[in-house]
């Protein structure tokens, strides 16, 4: 005998469709519309940022700020616009400074200056042992000996001497600079990506 469930199911309710027209929005209107905003105005706010950034690089600053301003253009992929300004500030900058981290930084910017080692070796044709007192120097030697390619001497030699120097320096360094000493001898800073170096040194 058949089970009387008395559940009833409702009939399916049909759809009401609207009667609408089709659109006249389609590609090739859209693409012909007029534009109210002009490409003049874009391109004058770029030469406008261009020559801001011209007279920067082309101010009198300190040698650091200098190289700091110039690294970050580079780093932003810039460097094409203002190839002239660069290569005069950094020009100008190498011939006044004894600073072995200005020298070095301008080394890893530019890299075609091969005896900017030179001017740090003594008569007998090494380092000199001043050197070992400038830790921040050290580390920008050692950073800029991995900017160069297989068989340049100067460099190679700027490594050896700047990793036994720091090396030496590592366990007799405390606070920041240790810190950099190790982080550094560990993989140079350009090697690492830009997030992970930053957090061990975020405290800083």
């Not at 301008?106 to 200056?113: K, T, W």
């Amino acid at each position: 005998m058949a089970l009387q469930t008395g559940l009833s199911f409702p009939l399916a309710t049909s759809r009401r469709f609207a009667n609408y027209e089709s659109t006249v929005w389609d590609y090739d209107l859209l693409q012909s519309l007029p534009s109210k905003h002009s490409e003049e105005k874009p391109t004058k706010q770029v030469e406008k940022l261009k020559n801001e950034v011209k007279s920067l690089i082309n101010r009198e600053m300190e040698p650091l700020a200098k190289l700091e301003l110039i690294d970050e253009v580079q780093r932003l992929g810039l460097k094409y616009q203002f190839e002239l300004e660069i290569k005069d500030a950094l020009n100008a900058v190498y011939s006044n400074t004894n600073n072995v981290g200005h020298t070095m930084m301008i080394f890893m910017l530019l890299h075609f200056v091969l005896d900017v080692f030179e001017r740090f070796k003594d008569e007998k044709g090494e380092f000199k042992a001043s050197l070992c007192e400038d830790v921040k120097g050290l580390l920008s030697m050692y950073e800029a000996s991995f900017f160069g390619f297989e068989g340049e001497s100067n460099i190679d030699e700027a490594k050896i001497f700047s990793t036994k120097s720091l090396m030496a320096l590592k366990t007799s360094t405390s606070g920041s600079f240790g810190r950099k000493i190790e982080h550094a001898l560990d993989m140079p800073i350009h090697w690492r990506l830009c997030f992970g170096y930053a957090n061990p040194l975020a405290a800083e």
